[in-house]
């Protein structure tokens, strides 16, 4: 893709209000992720994983992505991450998968046990890595999406407090170590 999803989220994870590093020199690097298969088969879903290599302390980000072929309808525009040029597939609308409506509900569905995690860069391939504790989201219950990922290396995720339900993936930092972290969880609705 051109530009690339690290270079699409470049120039759009600084604007972001929950970014924790310099605006001015983010050094963003790949530091993990994975995919979920859309059933319809319209919108390319990753859950991705990036760390900032100019921070003291290791930050890393999760940034859900979703892959369109047009504009969504709704005014979303400030969901809108970029459009990339895929090879094969032509433009790309590269959206903040927390405001895609696909990419929750996909989100929700894996939370539930009605999804399952791919590999975030081989096809037809399960990340068996990626782990669902608890129950999943029901009636009375939110998923919220945890942005900002700061750990004590390596880690051991801990359920969050209240919540019915956690999403659990690893990273790596940029010096190579590992992590392992609470990506969602489910919380009732207050």
């Keep these: 893709m051109t530009p690339t999803k690290l270079e699409l989220l470049t120039g759009w994870l600084p604007k972001q209000d929950w970014y924790a590093g310099d605006p001015e020199a983010p050094e963003l690097v790949t530091a993990g992720g994975f995919r979920l298969d859309d059933p319809q088969g319209a919108v390319g879903i990753e859950f991705m994983i990036v760390a900032d290599a100019a921070t003291a302390e290791p930050v890393a980000y999760l940034v859900p992505l979703g892959y369109r072929d047009a504009a969504l309808a709704d005014d979303v525009d400030e969901a809108l991450i970029g459009t990339s040029e895929h090879g094969v597939l032509g ?13 929750t509900e996909r989100l929700r569905a894996l939370l539930r046990g009605e999804a399952v995690p791919q590999h975030q860069s081989v096809s037809d391939t399960l990340d068996p890595t990626v782990t669902v504790r608890g129950t999943g989201p029901a009636d009375g219950a939110d998923v919220r999406i945890n942005r900002v990922l700061r750990s004590a290396r390596p880690v051991q995720a801990q359920p969050v407090q ?6 659990v993936a690893g990273w790596t930092w940029p010096d190579g170590s590992a992590a392992r972290g609470v990506l969602a969880t489910v919380v009732p609705r207050r």
Excluded: H, K, M
Excluded at 162 to 167: A, H, I, R, V
């Design 162 to 167: 209240g919540s019915s339900g956690d999403l």
């Design 91 to 103: 433009t790309r609308w590269v959206y903040d998968g927390a405001r895609d409506p696909v990419v």
